[in-house]
């Protein structure tokens, strides 16, 4: 979620899931 960009920064593959997630 959301806590994943701030608290995991360092893991651009989490937060491109996370993005993908979001946008369907």
């Given at each position: 979620?959301?806590?994943?960009?701030?608290?995991?920064?360092?893991?651009?593959?989490?937060?491109l899931?996370?993005?993908?997630?979001?946008?369907?």
């Open positions: 979620g959301a806590k994943d960009f701030v608290v995991k920064p360092f893991q651009p593959s989490r937060v899931e996370a993005v993908q997630r979001v946008l369907g």
